[in-house]
């Protein structure tokens, strides 16, 4: 069966699988079994989730409802209804979310953290704030009045700002003024002597606006934030001169894209949110006349709960999650040893963060960089948190005369500046750096490292499914393979030559490659399982990812389902294929994990008939995966790392804390909402690659090893 055939009724939208993703992070702000203090972090992550999904995919319905674009995806929902059911879906999000908040602070009051009201300070501790304003905060501060002589103010992307009333008592008449809430100083502004305790800085703003506003009455002030569409726009298909100056300005013109969210204050008046309404739909943009009062969110007196994230709580471990220390491979535990010798005795596969990454990833990069043997390194450099040990070895290597190339993607969604401006560091200390294509995106998670030893030139890689970054390598679990396969060595060799070079590579030897031919492949491996049930020999698919969507992998599955394979996904986010539909889908199970870790290692493993395959890599089953990046996914060939990936998917398919299941209709379920459980990752701090014998016993675990 075409994709393209297939009845929409067995595709789920994909834009509302994300909101149904989302709402089970929400959900573990609101679940009792969580530590107060990281509830509190899940509600942030739910808000600026939710801040990208509007700046993005929103703006992106929008601008095709504008542009008359009808294309609908697999299920079948026009843009216009998408936008309809997003909005549908929002008002009982919203609602959940304030309502979590107001949960929250009372409890969070109980362990001597709270979050103050300017009128809830002491004359003491008012006068200690207005201090801390003069000197901190005045200073900061552009008051911007709008009248004729005073055009309405750029108001940037999520910013907050303030709609202050402001009455001239010479003249009587009213005028409306912007005071934004800078960026650049704390959220949270501690009390004097009192201990976790704060106010938001808008409420030391609003409360000091007579100083900026001298002579005048205040009337009142009300908080208001922006959302604007801010994805790159580089025309399909085009190649520009110089991709970095065009990425550059891109990063620049998005300041200034169209309004598609504006969250005021509940109790905002009428007229004021009219007169917002009024400006902002006077921008130049062509898409601004589209936005209405149902584009105003009014969310509460407290707006952006992503940066509850930054309050600075001290002295409550109760109330966190307890520390981890990440384990060191027992290959990899004597610091005295070559971590070449290492890998050539045999492949070593990683976990992280339940494995250390700077014992492992960085410490295979900086012996690299010092050690004479070594000719030339290269990596791709999706994300990178900044001046880490990895950018100082790529550095150090290079001064050291050893030939490095770094492949740095400039258009890694909200870390374009950062990116330019590490591509540019690299690029002073004599790295070689390409930006790979305008049109693809490079996510593949590769390091080649060329070695000259005594028989010979040897390629030494790590391929993965995480970026080079130590800061998310803390809280995302993910998947790493240190080998010198010939096979695999070379295949990297050539992925990178077309990458730095110009190649029409098409053929290689090991890796699946996107956009060469990892669909096709990724079907195929699915068919020949299909052949091994109708032909009765083992067949199992299990496949773990952040999000399934490509229409064509579905039908595959479904096709698979039918054949009579059992297929377990276990899929975070985004999952667009619905199970358990009778004589379509009754084989297929779809499991998403959410807890402490974002899971975010891919895993696919085929029964293949007895002779089990397991690959790792970084490319969900997405069309934008297959079609529109650079992503890479090896097979394991050292069939005694098989046993770690077995018990890992079998630990993972038998979660009874962190699971949510998902049925026929598209709902989720969470697998046992009301008992204590033990979650994967529970298990995963203790043994990185889990004990599934001490999990929930199930059939799910059936078949998964060799």
Known sequence: ????????????????????????????????????????????????NLDE???????????QVAANV??????????????????????????????CLDDLLPRLASHGVRLLGIDELSPAEWEAIDEYFEAQVFPVLTPLAVDPGHPFPYISNLSLSLAVQVHDPETAVMHFARVKVPKSLPRWVAVPGRANHFVPLEQVIGANLGALFPGMEIKGWFAFRLTRYSDLEIPDGEEPEDLLATIELQVFKRRFGEVVRVEVQHDMPEELQALLLEELRDEENPEATMLSDRDFHRVGTLLDFGDLMTLPIVDLPDLRYPPVTPHVPPSLQDA????????????????????????????????????EHVLAIKLALYRTSGDTAIVEALVDAAQRGKQVAVLVE?????????????????????????????????????????????????????????????????VYTDLGLLTCSPSIGADVSDLFNSLTGISRQRVFRKLLVAPLSLRDRIIALIAREADHARHGRPARIIAKMNALVDADVIVALYEASQAGVDVDLIVRGICCLRPGIPGISDRIRVVSLIGRFLEHSRIVHFANGGEPEYYIGSADWMPRNFDRRVEAVAPLEDRQLHAKLASLLATCLADDRQAWDL????????RRPDEEGRGVHDILVRDPWGRPDSARPSREMEAVGD
Request: hydrophobic share 40%; proline share 3%.
């Open 1 to 48: 069966m075409e994709s393209s055939q297939a009845p929409r009724d067995l595709f789920i939208n994909r834009e509302l699988s994300w909101l149904a993703f989302n709402a089970r992070v929400l959900h573990e702000a609101l679940d009792w079994r969580v530590p107060l203090l990281e509830r509190l972090k899940f509600l942030a992550i739910f808000s600026s």
């Open 53 to 63: 999904f509007y700046t993005v995919r929103v703006a992106g319905l929008r601008r």
């Open 410 to 474: 400039l258009k890694a969604r909200g870390d374009e500046a950062n990116n330019i401006q590490w591509a540019r560091k690299l690029e002073s200390f004599g790295v070689h750096v390409a930006y790979g294509s305008a049109i693809l995106k490079t996510h593949a998670k590769t390091a080649l490292v060329v070695r000259r030893e005594a028989d010979g030139i040897r390629r030494y890689v790590h391929i993965g499914s995480g970026n080079y970054n130590s800061k998310t390598a803390k």
């Open 336 to 371: 005295g040893r070559n971590i070449f010798d290492v890998i050539r005795e045999g492949d070593v596969l990683l976990h992280h963060p339940f494995e250390s990454f700077s014992g492992t990833v960085e410490r295979f990069l900086e012996t690299a960089a010092e050690d």
């Open 70 to 99: 009808e294309k609908r995806p697999p299920d079948g929902m026009s843009p216009a209804e998408q936008i309809a059911a997003i909005e549908r879906t929002m008002q009982g999000l919203t609602e959940l979310a304030r309502g």
């Open 663 to 670: 049925d026929a209709s598209g709902s989720w379920r969470q």
